[in-house]
C-alpha cells in the first residue's frame, strides 16, 4: 500500500491540490477518544503561511468530519475528514505540464504515472496534503496527551542560524504548542525571518533542521529486528516533503565519539531507571528506554523557486529553461513542523495501540512493567 | 510483524546467538532466480571479524539451504537458510543477566519481553543474527546484477579518518566488492585501522559513516505519500545495530544551502533525460530519477566496551559498575557494510518486483517508459 | 486493519447510515484506467431496493469522485467515492439503543466498541456502506473487462425455489448484466418474487443461494499455503452482510462423492489444455487452472424482521420483546449480487496486479506461459 | 505475503516434501507462554496417518525447536520449528513431472512457477507441510487453554456416514481431544471406516465434513468491514488442502428458513446474555457473541487415486493416461482434523492477541466488558 500508514493504527491520504477536496481517512482508532474540533483548527492554523515568510496563498483551511465521531468522540469506526479546496487557480501551472521543475517529483511523476497523473499544483504530491495529515495528527495528539505523552519541535537550524538547545523539556513543550514560529529563542527566531526574507526576495528559497522531542514515553516501544522505534520513525517522517535526512540522539555526531562517551550510563532517580547522558535519544536496540525521545530532521531548501532553472521539455526532448511562477514557499521548515509532530504522533500511538496488551500482560507476569 | 520485512518480497530473521541455529526465511522471491553459494560464502566472509580490528570469536559461518531452491535456481517457494553458531560460550555472558550494558538492547529487551527473553549473547539481539541476513543478501545482489543493478558501501569516515569521495561509481564499486577493508583510499583505510587499534587498547570502541552508492537503477520506484524510497530504506537501514542516522544525497547539508544551489537541473544526455548535479541523492519526490542512489549511514560506537561503566542492578535496584567480558568488536562499521548492502537490496528488489507489471504496461500505453 | 481489504489494490469504507455522507477510499488503482460514472450508476441502480419485494426507503444514490481521476482516467492516486445520505430518518431507530436485534451486530457491536459506536441505523455496519462498495466494484469490473474477464451472479436459490444452472456462460452473463432481478429462468424468478413477497406479509423474511461465474480468468491466480484463491475471495466474501457459507465448485456436494468422480481430467481443446469437467470450480491446488471460476454463497433470511422477537434490554439486564419499525428488506438476496460481484471484482484485479510481472517474466523464460 | 498467515501473531511455512527438512516460523507470540513439546508430538501424532485408513508411508515427525524458546516458554522472538524428511523416495514421482494429476496443484503450479517448482513429492504444495503447521498450532492451542478457550473437531459425515451432532460440548472436546479416529459415536466411526476401506481398495478415495466448537471465546472478536471473524476463519481454513467449502452455525442450511427461525433470540441466563439457539454459530454481523463457534468445512476426496486417470503431457501436448503409484491416503478427513484445528487456534490467538489492550480499555470506560 502507498498512501496508508500505520499497522493498527492507520491513515490514508486523498486528494489533489486542484480537485474539489482533499482528505484522509484514520482506521483503527479506538472507542471513546475525545475528537476536538479546535484542536484540530488550531493544529491546521499552525501550518498555514503566514505573511511574508510564506507563500501568499491564501488556505483558510475550514474542514468537516464525515464519519467516525458521536457525540464528541469516536466511535472506533473509520474517521474520515475532508478539506474543501477554496483558493487554487490551475491556470499557474499550465506551463509545468511538459517542463519538469528541478527536484521536484513532477519528472518521477510523471515516469510512475506514466502521464496519466494530475499535474495542476502538483496533484496528489502537493504540499496541500499535509493539511489532512495535520488534521489528523490534531486527533493522534489529543489522545497522546490524555496518556501523559507530550511531543513538540523546534527549528534547529534554518538560514544559517541555529536556535538554542532543547532545554527545560515541559516548559519548551509547552511554550513550542503556542508559537507561531516555532523557536525556543525569540532573537534567534526573528534573525531565521530574515534570513528566509533574504532568500525570497532574490528569488531564492532556504531549509533547514527540525528537533523533535517526546516526553512521558514508556519504555518497550518498538521491536526487533525490522520494526524498530528509529525506523518506524523514520519511515514516516520521509514523507515530509523535502526531508533528506533523519538522525536519532546525537546521531552523525555520535560516529566522531568513542564508546565511553557516546554510551549512556544507567542511574536510578526517584525509583526510576534513567540513563545519566541522553546521547542515544531515548532508544537503545531500535526500543523505548523511557528517557525522552530525541530526533532532528534535515530539510532541504524549497525546490519552487522564481530563479530561472533548466530543465527538460518531456514533449519534445529538449533542454529548456523554466521559470516557476504561482505563490511559492521560500522556507516551508516552520509550517513542516506540524507535519513532523503529526506522523511522530501517528507512529506513537499505534506502537501504544499494539503493546497495550502486552504491556499489562508482562505487569501481571511479574515483568518489567514497574519501570513503565 | 516485528521479524520480517518486505511487501511482497519478505525477509524473516530467527534464532538466538547461543542456540543451535539461527536462520531466514525469504517469501515472495520469483521463481527461476540463480542462487550461488559461493556468493553467499562470499559475502558472509566480508561479514566476518579479522584480525586486529575486530573480535577474536571465530565464525566461519558454514550455511545450509533448507528449502526454495532445486537444480541452483529459486522455486518460488520460501527460502531457509539456516547457520550453525558453533563457537559460542554462554558463561562469557552469564554476569550481564541483571546489569544492563549501557547503551545496549538489554535493558530495554528486558522491559518489553517482561524478562523472558533468552539473555545469553544478547539473544535474539544479537549482531549474530545480521548473518542470515547477510545470506539472504547476497541472493538479492545477484538478482539486482542480473537486471544491471550494482551496489556498494564504503566507509566514509571512522575513527576521524575520512575516505575520498566516491568518482568513477563503476570503478568504485567493482573495487569494493573485493574489498575486505572497504575503503576507495588505501591509504586512509590504513589511517582508520590505525585509528580502530588504537581505540581497542584503550579499552574503548569507535564509530562511522558508512556510504552507499547503487547504479542502474530505473525511475519510478518509491510511492506516495508513505513509502518513499528515503522512508523504505531507512526502515530497513535502522535495522542495522548501532545505526543511528540516515541521510540522501547531500543530506544535512542541503540544509545550509539555498534552492538555487540545492536544486539539480535537468539535461538531456544520449538520449536520456539526466540531472546536471546529484545533490538529492537520485531521488526527487520520494521516487527515483534513474539517476545513482546515494545515501550515507551513522554507525554509532559499539556499546561494548572493555572499560568500566556505571548500570543498574535489576534483582536489587541498586547503581553499580559492569566490565564487559567476552570478545567484543571495536569497530563494526567495517562489517556492517555487507549487512547495509543487503538491507539496501532487499528494499531495492522488492520494489522492483512490485513495479514490474506498471512498468510494462506504462511501456505500452505511451508512459514515460522510455527514459527507463 | 479491518475496513480495508486487498495488497497491492486495496477498498477502504468509511462512513454512517444517518452521517452526512459515506464512501470509500481505493488505492493501489493503476494509472490509465477508464472510469466511467455511468457504469457506477448502473450498478448502484442494481443494489437500489425495487419495489414489494424490497425495503421502501428511496436510495437514489447520487455519488461524486473527489479524487484521482483525471480527464475520465484514473491517475494512480487515491480515488475517493462519496455518497450522500439524503433520506434519513434516525428516530426510526431511537428504540434500538439498548434493546439489540437478534442475529444483528447491535449486540456485538456493543460489546466491541463500548458504547461508543454511533447507533443510528446500524451506523457503520449498516447494509448502506456495500453503497461505496458497489460503486467501487464497478471501477473494478470495468478493469477486469478490459483484460477480457466477465464476470455474473444470479441468484440460485431464493424462499425455496431453484433458478436453472448456468449453461452457456458468456450468453447467461451478458444477460444477468442488464437483469434487475438477476435469475437465468424468468419464471421461476418470479416465483422467488412471490415468495419473498409472501414472507414479507408475514412479517418475516428469506435468504437464499448466489452463484457467481467468473469467464476469461487466466491460470495462475492465487499463492500457498495461505493466500489460495478460495482463501481470498471467501475472506471479501463474508463481508457481504448475511453470507454464512462459501462454496467453489461443487463444494459441500463433492463430499459425497468418491476421487474417480470428483477430479477433473485434463484435456487439451483447441491447443490449450482445460478439463473435460468442472467439479473443483476452476481451482486446484488454490490457484486458478484456467477453467470458469464458480462459486456459491449462503446468503441468511434478512435479521430485521417485523415479527415481535425476544431480545435482552441491555441498560436494565432485563429480557423483554422487540418489533423492528422502520422500512426493511424482507430479502436482501437480489441486491447482494452486485456486491457479490464487487467484492470478487476486488479480489481478481488485485491478484491479477499481482501477478503482472511474474507472468511476463515466466513466459520470457520459458514457463508455462502459453496456456496462460 | 502468500506462505505467511496472521497479523500481530503470524505463521510462515517452509520447504518441501522431498527436501531435507519442513519447518515454520511463528512471530508475534506473546513472551512467557508455555511451549510443551509432549503437546506439539501428541499432536503431530493424530495427524500421522494410521493403518489401513491412511498412507503407507511412516512419518514419525521428530522435530526441533530451534529458536524463541528459553527454558521451556516462548522469549517473544521467532520460534523456529523443523521437521525432518526422513521416509522419502523421490523415484515415486518421476513420473508425475510431465503429467499432471487431475484436480492436483501439479498443471496450476506448473503455470504459476513456470516449471522452476520442485516437483517431487509436491514439493512445496505437499501435505507433509502441514505437519509444522500442527506443531506451531499446538502452541496456539496450549495458549488458548491458558485462557479458558478450548476447541476440538470431528468428522460430521465420511464416506457418505453422519456422525451425531454435538452434544454436551465441554465433554465432546474433552473426548476428541483423545480421539484418534475423530467421532463422537464410535459405531458411526467404524461404518465410516469400512467406507474408507472398501474406496480404497476400489484404488478410489472419499472426502467429508469436517464441524469444528470453540467454547470460552470472549464476546467482540472479528472487525467490520472486511476482517470478520467469519472471513478471517475462512482465508485460512481454505489453506487446508481438498477443503472446497466453509459454513457457520446453520450455513447453507440457513437460506432455506425464514429469518423469524434463523435468528437466535437473546436471553438472560446467570447474569450473561446469551442466545436461546446458535443458528448463527456464535457469530452476528462478523463479530464473536460470546456462544459457542460453530463451523464446518468441506473435505472435498483426496485427488491421489490408483485408478487410471486422463490427463495431459505437458511436454508433448498429448492427452495420456496416468497412474497415480506410490502411497497415497484414501481419505484425509481423519487426520485433516488437528489442521483444522491448529488454523482455527491460530486466527483466534492472533484476535485475541489484537483485541488485548482495546478489551481492558473498554471495561475501564465502562463500555461492554461485564459480558465478556
Chains 1, 2, 3, 4 share one sequence.
Not at 222 to 238: K, M, Q, V
Not at 317 to 344: F, K, L, N, W
Request: aromatic letters at 6%; hydrophobic letters at 40%; proline letters at 6%.
Amino acid at each position: 500500500m502507498n498512501n496508508s500508514f500505520g499497522r493498527r493504527l492507520t491513515l490514508t491520504l486523498f486528494g489533489e491540490s486542484h480537485g474539489p477536496e482533499i482528505g484522509c481517512v484514520i482506521d483503527g482508532l479506538r472507542p471513546g477518544l475525545r475528537v476536538e474540533e479546535e484542536t484540530i483548527a488550531r493544529l491546521l492554523a499552525l501550518r498555514r503561511p503566514a505573511g511574508l515568510i510564506s507563500t501568499a496563498r491564501l488556505e483558510p483551511d475550514p474542514f468537516r468530519i464525515v464519519s467516525g465521531v458521536y457525540q464528541g468522540r469516536s466511535t472506533g469506526s473509520p474517521l474520515c475528514i475532508l478539506i474543501p479546496n477554496l483558493d487554487s487557480r490551475s491556470s499557474d501551472y499550465v506551463n509545468l505540464l511538459n517542463t519538469p521543475r528541478p527536484s521536484h517529483a513532477d519528472y518521477t511523476g510523471f515516469v510512475k504515472y506514466g502521464g496519466f497523473a494530475d499535474p495542476r499544483g502538483g496533484g496528489h504530491f502537493s504540499g496541500r496534503l499535509t493539511a489532512p495529515l495535520v488534521a489528523a495528527g490534531a486527533i493522534f495528539l489529543t489522545a497522546l496527551a490524555e496518556q501523559g505523552i507530550f511531543l513538540g519541535t523546534h527549528i534547529a537550524r534554518c538560514g544559517g542560524i541555529a536556535d538554542r538547545a532543547f532545554g527545560e523539556l515541559r516548559a519548551d513543550l509547552r511554550h513550542l504548542e503556542q508559537a507561531s514560529f516555532p523557536v525556543l529563542d525569540a532573537a534567534r527566531g526573528k534573525a531565521m525571518i530574515r534570513a528566509i526574507s533574504e532568500a525570497a526576495r532574490a528569488g531564492d528559497s532556504v531549509g533547514g533542521v527540525l528537533e523533535t522531542a517526546v516526553i512521558g514515553l514508556p519504555a518497550g516501544l518498538g521491536e526487533p529486528w525490522f520494526d524498530t522505534l528509529e525506523g518506524l520513525l523514520s519511515h514516516g517522517l520521509f514523507s515530509i516533503p523535502a526531508v533528506k535526512g533523519v538522525e536519532f540522539g546525537d546521531g552523525f555526531a555520535l560516529t566522531e565519539q568513542r564508546g565511553s562517551r557516546a554510551n549512556d550510563a544507567f542511574r536510578v532517580e526517584g525509583g526510576r531507571i534513567v540513563t545519566a547522558s541522553n546521547h542515544n535519544g531515548g532508544i537503545n536496540g531500535g526500543i523505548s528506554n523511557g528517557m525522552p525521545l530525541l530526533f532532528r530532521t534535515a530539510v532541504k531548501p524549497t525546490p519552487s523557486i522564481a530563479l530561472p532553472q533548466q530543465t527538460v521539455n518531456l514533449a519534445t526532448g529538449e533542454e529548456t529553461m523554466i521559470q516557476v511562477e504561482g505563490r511559492h514557499d521560500p522556507c516551508i521548515v516552520p509550517r513542516a513542523r506540524v507535519v513532523q509532530d503529526s506522523i511522530t504522533a501517528l507512529v506513537l500511538l499505534d506502537l501504544l495501540e499494539a503493546e497495550a496488551g502486552t504491556k499489562q500482560r508482562n505487569c501481571a507476569e511479574g515483568g518489567g512493567c514497574s519501570t513503565l
